[in-house]
């Protein structure tokens, strides 16, 4: 998918464009009512809000990969 990304930039983010509702659909019905327990909803933000940071993070992921897929979170 990378060398995709690298050769088509333009195809994949339109690709990624098109499936974001389809995607954060699936996510809010697949983790949306865990969200409802966590702290941040309890402090007044929404699930659906959480979703959009939680998708725009493992875009953002794919976009831009990590420079070292090994090392350890956090380094």
Not at 19 to 32: D, T, V
């Amino acid at each position: 998918m990378q060398r995709l990304l690298e050769d088509e930039p333009g195809f994949v983010l339109g690709y990624l464009r098109q499936q974001l509702p389809f995607l954060r659909r699936a996510m809010q019905r697949s983790i949306g009512p865990m969200l409802e327990q966590s702290i941040p909803v309890r402090r007044g933000a929404t699930p659906a809000q959480l979703v959009d940071v939680l998708l725009h993070v493992l875009v953002s992921n794919f976009v831009v990969p990590d420079r070292d897929p090994e090392a350890p979170a956090g380094r």
